[in-house]
Nanobody, 116 residues
Framework: VQVVESGGGLVRPGGSLRLSCAFF????????MGWDRQAPGQQRELVAR???????NYVASVKGRFTVSRDHAQNTGYLQMNRLKTEDTAVYYC???????????WGQGTQVTVSS
C-alpha cells in the first residue's frame, strides 16, 4: 500500500487549504484514513480520521474548522481545512490503517504553513 499527500502550502490566517491523500495498492474500502500532524518541537498528533463506513472523529482544536472525507471512486482521502490558524502550522501526514491486518501505511508528509 502507498499513500501520497498533496495540497500543502503557505496560507494566511483565516484562509483555507485542502489536502489530498491518493491511495494505491489495495482495497481502499478496507482502510481507515487518517491525518496526523507534527509541528516543530511537538509530538505528532491525530487530527482527523474517517472510517471505511464514513464515521469521523477530530481532535478538539480543529472541530468545526476541518472536515475529513473520502472518495471511494477516486481512492482518495481529503482534509478540508478552513479558518486556519498559525498554530495549525505543521507537516501533515496521511495514514491508511488496514481494518484487516491493523497495519499502517504513512505518506511522506506535506507542509502547511499559516502565516501573515
Amino acid at each position: 500500500v502507498q499513500v501520497v499527500e498533496s495540497g500543502g502550502g503557505l496560507v494566511r490566517p483565516g484562509g483555507s487549504l485542502r489536502l489530498s491523500c491518493a491511495f494505491f495498492g489495495s482495497d481502499f474500502s478496507r482502510y481507515v484514513m487518517g491525518w496526523d500532524r507534527q509541528a516543530p518541537g511537538q509530538q505528532r498528533e491525530l487530527v482527523a480520521r474517517i472510517t471505511d463506513g464514513g464515521g469521523t472523529n477530530y481532535v478538539a482544536s480543529v472541530k468545526g474548522r476541518f472536515t475529513v472525507s473520502r472518495d471511494h471512486a477516486q481512492n482518495t482521502g481529503y482534509l478540508q481545512m478552513n479558518r486556519l490558524k498559525t498554530e495549525d502550522t505543521a507537516v501533515y501526514y496521511c495514514d491508511a490503517h488496514s481494518i484487516v491486518s491493523r497495519g499502517d501505511s504513512w505518506g511522506q508528509g506535506t507542509q502547511v504553513t499559516v502565516s501573515s
